[in-house]
């Protein structure tokens, strides 16, 4: 579902769940940000004036308007095809739970993304879209249109369990520029990962595809993966004195991992076990 925008200066959707992207046709006019806070005056009585206390901050929104338009286009083509059909499916709720969400919601959602434009960066969701259409061709097809977007920080929840309560931190992840003559290993190598990792993240099926101009998601920590399968493996009844030792062995050098080379060594014990 990847849309090519043009210029590399455009704003970008990057989803952290499949690496799909989404390039807008021209950049927006104005932008605008909101963080609000929640304050609460005392319940003191008597006062002219009362203190106030913090209570929470609510997530910080963006919202701004897309024009999509092809009429320079010969012949024109319909707008909504081509643009906002790409734009809604960013919305729709067919992503399993990620992220180090809690395991049990197992209702699907949408994309959690990542919202690039020149230095600013937002980790969110999309919130709202809302599309006019501005002009249409002699066949009645639409060719403008206007979409005004709403985005949302996205964070995992806090969930409660076993009597007490967890914060579920999201995967880290970077973005990384492919220079041309990089291969998904150079590329997963030089940012401390490994290849299946990489193309696992970017939904890559050829490891010697031509990636040059295009921007790979790298996950944090390849170690961290490691150590979740190492772990379920050292407990597994069904795992041989061999296979628990080299995954015993794999959790532990993934779990002290602070460089590629560590992840690489915890990678190459859990494969003993297959």
């Known amino acids: 579902m990847s849309q090519a925008g043009g210029s590399a200066s455009k704003a970008m959707f990057k989803s952290l769940d499949d690496g799909v992207t989404f390039t807008v046709q021209y950049n927006p006019k104005e ?15 008597g006062q002219s004036t ?5 209570q929470k901050g609510a997530p910080m929104t963006a919202s ?11 012949p024109p083509k319909n707008v909504q095809q081509v643009w906002v059909d790409a734009l809604l499916a960013l919305t729709n709720a067919d992503v399993k739970p990620a992220q180090g969400e809690p395991e049990e919601l197992k209702k699907q ?8 434009w020149g230095t600013f960066s937002m980790k969110c969701v999309i919130e709202s879209v809302n599309v006019t259409y501005l002009m249409f061709a002699s066949t009645g097809e639409a060719v403008r249109a206007r979409c005004s977007v709403k985005l949302k ?31 998904v290993s150079q590329v997963a190598s030089a940012n401390g990962s490994d290849m299946r990792t990489v193309a696992a993240a970017n939904g890559i099926t050829d490891p010697l595809s031509d990636l040059t101009g295009q921007v790979l998601s790298i996950p944090a920590s390849a170690a961290s993966s490691a150590v979740s399968a190492a772990a379920k493996a050292v407990t597994s009844g069904n795992a041989s004195s061999a296979g628990k030792a080299a ?21 190459d014990a859990l494969k003993k076990l297959f």
């Open 64 to 74: 701004f308007d897309l024009i999509f338009d092809t009429t320079a286009d010969t």
């Open 153 to 183: 920080e996205w964070q995992t929840a806090t969930f409660a369990g076993s009597g007490s309560s967890s914060t579920w931190d999201s995967a880290k992840i970077k973005l990384v520029d492919v220079k041309g003559g990089q291969t």
């Open 50 to 54: 009362n203190p106030i206390q913090f």
């Open 31 to 45: 932008f605008r940000v909101e963080k609000s806070l929640t304050w609460e005056e005392a319940k003191t009585q």
């Open 109 to 116: 959602r949408p994309r959690s993304l990542l919202f690039t």
């Open 247 to 267: 995954a015993s062995a794999a959790q532990s050098s993934a779990t002290s991992a602070v460089t590629g080379a560590a992840s690489k060594a915890a990678t």
